[in-house]
T-cell receptor, first 113, second 115 residues
Framework: GDSVTQMEGPVTLSEEAFLTINCTYT??????LFWYVQYPGEGLQLLLK?????DKGSNKGFEATYRKETTSFHLEKGSVQVSDSAVYFC????????????FGKGTRLSVIA | ETGVTQSPTHLIKTRGQQVTLRCSSQ?????VSWYQQALGQGPQFIFQ???????GRGNFPPRFSGLQFPNYSSELNVNALELDDSALYLC??????????????FGPGTRLTVL
């Protein structure tokens, strides 16, 4: 079945550092790919998404590019802030739109001033 | 603000009891999904309701059941609670009336603790 693998956390960075969180997936066909963020004590919020190969999703300084050849959707940000501290989840849904979201285990990011 | 609300925020139950969790969506879409997020894990799909009928289920036993009402609010019921049912329960509603490729808006969740 479909699956998502994320890099293990926690990740601790200093403010203004560069962030990469790796995500790879296994799926048949051409899934849609998502990054969700969960701030402490809150539910999930969609951060960005991409629905086809070579698409780049971006939001709030975060970016991720749908790489079909490497089945990857790595999350990047050029300069993190303390307010970016949260848990980040990579997820996919198949292209039919009829299967539920499949999530990775999440990567906890802590940014220190 | 996602427009999806859940209640209660926290709940403590003992093993063997039954629990009902609630969800409502301002969007009024006729699809709602429920997920279980165990500590340190990603959310796992429990089931989806579409127009008041169950329309897909993940790998969860029948003691997990749900209801969807004409006003698009929804309930998740869990019978015979087990310790492993302790988790954050999330409901989600799509941004449009479409399927899972639409943006899913999640509620803040209900934290269930089973003692």
């Amino acid at each position: 079945g479909d699956s998502v693998t994320q890099m293990e956390g926690p990740v601790t960075l200093s403010e203004e550092a560069f962030l990469t969180i790796n995500c790879t997936y296994t799926a048949t066909g051409y899934p849609s790919l998502f990054w969700y963020v969960q701030y402490p004590g809150e539910g999930l919020q969609l951060l960005l998404k991409a629905t086809k190969a070579d698409d780049k999703g971006s939001n709030k300084g975060f970016e991720a590019t749908y790489r079909k050849e490497t089945t990857s959707f790595h999350l990047e940000k050029g300069s993190v802030q303390v307010s970016d501290s949260a848990v980040y989840f990579c997820a996919l849904s198949d292209s039919s739109g009829n299967t539920p979201l499949v999530f990775g285990k999440g990567t906890r990011l802590s940014v220190i001033a | 603000e996602t427009g999806v609300t859940q209640s209660p925020t926290h709940l403590i139950k003992t093993r063997g009891q039954q629990v009902t969790l609630r969800c409502s969506s301002q969007s009024g879409h006729n699809t709602v999904s429920w997920y279980q997020q165990a500590l340190g894990q990603g959310p796992q799909f429990i089931f989806q309701y579409y127009r008041e009928e169950e329309n897909g289920r993940g790998n969860f036993p029948p003691r997990f059941s749900g209801l969807q009402f004409p006003n698009y609010s929804s309930e998740l019921n869990v019978n015979a609670l087990e310790l492993d049912d302790s988790a954050l329960y999330l409901c989600a509603s799509p941004s449009t009336g479409g399927g899972f490729t639409d943006t899913q808006y999640f509620g803040p969740g209900t934290r269930l603790t089973v003692l």
